[in-house]
């Protein structure tokens, strides 16, 4: 509880957490506040904002600017929070095997956590999406696949802190199975900089799917800002609010989430905040 | 200084070793992802062949069966990966039926163009990020800690890509100072030295907007890293020797703060170069990037492999530059302790 009331004192963190809320809200409603398909021709093309009934114009196709960005609010968000439970489930699992049982398992999984590092991890998203066909599923698994080495090394480094500690040791001397120890001895004592970093995480989730939804490689069938950026892009020179709008709308969500982590930051690990 | 103490036969015992360590990382990198490319090739939807020819649905059947007994499709997986393997290790990266070209010889052509880009905004990053850090963490105060807080909360959060996008919209499209696509005005004849500039021009907005966010990230490590070093004792020592300010920033400073920036320079240089793909996308800049952007609208897989694999070898050269610059400017620590 005093958690939530030191998070609730924290002023960054709860714009972020009330500019998130608008956006969850802006994504939930989205059926409603715009009932058309956002693919749908609701007018001429090439409409400026503020023309009648389309608040922030229309692009090429006289699809509503405004409708693209409340319903791409729902896939921003959506493949955004999997996607990082898919990167925590990977991330995690390596980094507690390899905090935990430390030695030759530790080196074995370190290395391949270093090798998910060096390369390219954007490119490695862009081969499995195309490789494995544009659905949202394959996005998800794509951003998982190359989002997780950071979660692994924090998990492994917490293992390793609590793992000589004596309540651990005195599991472990009970005879408590290892999976036991782990996840019911050692997690819930680390969970809060996984917590942490997992929310930032989000964030640069969302900035992936964009980059690949911008490519070209989102799902042909969901409206997303970074599908929108992109198919703007050549007609910047004529109509610049195509792609302005769905870009500040990454950016304020992104900013959100980034700023709600930094707020748990500060509140769940007062002793190492402000040292990032 | 206590590096003096390593005689040079140690010292370049150790180069080698290190050199060594390096060869064999880049080995296991290349040959990790070859693995993988291949194993992708087999995952995908579909027949291998057709993946290989870039082609779906409706294909040539001769191609396809000349296809199968040219990669052995029908020998078992690890024959196939051996010999896939051995092609990757004699620089033989396949062939795009797409483009009707070797695939090396569609990157060699677009090498230049990426490596360009990337080592200007990594520089530009670098450089400007432990410049402008040094000016902030010499002179701490208020204002600037908060402007540079600001400023990098902001380009976080940036897609890079719109970020390249705003630019062209303010530097091309509203000011007309500068170039929003290309690599070079095409049509006009010049001289060497007309043409490099004309490059440079067109360079500025793509390295600019790749280079930003790593900029603010840098410059803030550095501030914070300024910090804590002004306050350690050899600074101490250096001011009560009487040394001039200017020399104990830039002799004793800078150098040891510099570190952890090279560092996380050399974790991120995976990102950077990820990063340039999209860039190069938003301003045509005809680079690997590009060339990922059309096989991806043709579905030209040879190319996208081979591309992967040359980026990561671009990533493991910038991780062996970060590795010496580090070397060369790190007091302390003698080659070998490093890697």
């Given at each position: 509880m005093s958690t939530l009331k030191s998070f609730l004192r924290h002023p960054t963190g709860m714009i972020g957490l009330f500019v998130l809320l608008a956006v969850v809200i802006l994504a939930v409603s989205a059926p409603w506040l715009f009932p058309d398909d956002p693919w749908d021709m609701v007018g001429?093309?090439?409409?400026?904002?503020?023309?009648?009934?389309?608040?922030?114009?229309?692009?090429?196709?006289?699809?509503?600017?405004?409708?693209?960005?409340?319903?791409?609010?729902?896939i921003s968000l959506i493949i955004g929070v999997i996607s990082t439970l898919t990167s925590l489930i990977i991330g995690v699992t390596i980094g507690a095997t390899a905090g935990y049982f430390g030695g030759k398992v530790d080196e074995v999984m370190m290395r391949i956590t270093e090798l998910f590092q060096t390369i390219p991890g954007f490119i490695l998203a862009i081969l499995l999406v195309a490789t494995l066909g544009p659905k949202i599923s394959n996005v998800i698994f794509a951003i998982g696949i190359v989002s997780w080495p950071p979660l692994a090394r924090l998990t492994r480094a917490e293992f390793m802190r609590l793992r000589g500690r004596e309540?651990?040791?005195?599991?472990?001397?009970?005879?408590?199975?290892?999976?036991?120890?782990?996840?019911?001895?050692i997690l819930p004592n680390a969970i809060s900089p996984i917590i942490v970093t997992g929310s930032l995480a989000v964030a640069s989730a969302i900035l992936i799917e964009s980059a690949l939804s911008f490519m070209g490689l989102g799902d042909p069938n969901l409206m997303s800002w970074g599908f929108m950026i992109g198919a703007a892009r050549t007609v910047i020179r004529q109509a610049w609010w195509m792609s302005v709008f769905p870009g500040l709308a990454i950016l304020l969500t992104v900013l959100a989430i980034n700023l709600v982590g930094e707020g748990l930051n500060d509140t769940l690990n007062p002793r190492i905040s402000r040292k990032r | 200084m206590t590096s003096a103490s390593i005689n040079s036969g140690g010292r370049v015992f150790a180069v080698a070793l290190a050199l060594a360590g390096w060869f064999v990382k880049f080995v296991a990198v290349v040959l990790v992802i070859a693995t993988f490319n291949f194993i992708l090739v087999h995952a995908a939807p579909g027949d291998p062949a057709q993946v290989i020819a870039g082609q779906s649905g409706a294909s040539d059947e001769k191609l396809l069966a000349q296809l199968r007994a040219e990669y052995g499709l029908d020998k078992p997986y690890p024959i196939q990966l051996a010999n896939y393997l051995?092609?990757?290790?004699?620089?033989?990266?396949?062939?795009?039926?797409?483009?009707?070209?070797?695939?090396?010889?569609?990157?060699?052509?677009?090498?230049?163009?990426?490596?360009?880009?990337?080592?200007?905004?990594?520089?530009?990053?670098?450089?400007?990020?432990?410049?402008?850090?040094t000016l902030a963490g010499v002179r701490a105060g208020k204002w600037s800690d908060t402007l540079l807080t600001i400023v990098s909360l902001l380009l976080y959060a940036t897609p890079v890509f719109w970020l390249g996008l705003m630019l062209v919209l303010l530097f091309s499209v509203q000011l007309d100072w500068l170039p929003a696509f290309g690599y070079v005005t095409i049509g006009v004849p010049m001289t060497t030295l007309q043409r490099m500039g004309d490059?440079?021009?067109?360079?500025?907005?793509?390295?600019?907007?790749?280079?930003?966010?790593?900029?603010?990230?840098?410059?803030?490590?550095?501030?914070?890293?300024?910090?804590?070093?002004?306050?350690?004792?050899?600074?101490?020592?250096?001011?009560?020797?009487?040394?001039?300010?200017?020399?104990?920033?830039?002799?004793?400073?800078?150098?040891?703060?510099?570190?952890?920036?090279?560092?996380?320079?050399?974790?991120?240089?995976?990102?950077?170069?990820?990063?340039?793909?999209?860039?190069?996308?938003?301003?045509?800049?005809?680079?690997?990037?590009?060339?990922i952007y059309d096989a991806l609208l043709q579905r030209d897989y040879p190319v996208l492999l081979g591309v992967f694999l040359v980026m990561s070898v671009i990533v493991i050269a910038l991780n062996l530059l970060t590795d010496t610059i580090y070397r060369v400017i790190d007091p302390r620590v003698s080659v070998r302790a490093a890697s």
């Open positions: 001429a093309p090439f409409q400026p904002p503020l023309s009648e009934g389309l608040w922030l114009g229309s692009d090429m196709l006289g699809r509503d600017v405004a409708a693209g960005i409340a319903h791409g609010a729902r309540f651990v040791q005195a599991a472990v001397c009970q005879g408590q199975r290892p999976l036991t120890v782990v996840l019911r001895r | 051995k092609r990757v290790v004699t620089l033989d990266l396949g062939y795009s039926y797409r483009q009707q070209r070797t695939v090396a010889s569609l990157i060699l052509e677009r090498l230049p163009a990426t490596l360009l880009l990337t080592a200007t905004a990594f520089t530009l990053a670098l450089l400007s990020g432990i410049i402008l850090g490059i440079g021009m067109h360079l500025i907005l793509p390295a600019v907007s790749l280079a930003a966010v790593y900029l603010a990230i840098y410059t803030r490590l550095m501030r914070s890293s300024v910090l804590d070093v002004t306050h350690q004792d050899f600074i101490k020592t250096a001011k009560a020797k009487g040394l001039k300010q200017g020399r104990i920033i830039i002799r004793h400073i800078l150098r040891n703060a510099m570190l952890p920036i090279v560092t996380v320079a050399g974790m991120q240089a995976g990102a950077l170069v990820g990063g340039a793909v999209v860039i190069e996308t938003v301003f045509a800049w005809p680079g690997l990037g590009r060339l």
